[in-house]
């Protein structure tokens, strides 16, 4: 009989990447998440600025 070398453990198969290594290799999902939360800060700073900027006094 031949005994396991290295361990003690068989080799794995190859399965399926974990889920965050999936997300993470997705280059448009990426660019998508990018662009929605730049998008979204942007426009809360703006709303921000707009809502606490003191009215113009002529």
Not at 23 to 49: K, P, Q, T, Y
């Amino acid at each position: 009989m031949k005994e396991n070398v290295g361990g003690g453990h068989a080799h794995k198969t190859p399965t399926d990447p974990p889920k965050a290594q999936r997300f993470f290799d997705n280059i448009f999902l990426l660019l998508l998440l990018s662009i929605l939360i730049s998008g979204v800060i942007f426009n809360a700073w703006g709303l921000i600025e707009n809502f606490t900027t003191p009215p113009l006094i002529p």
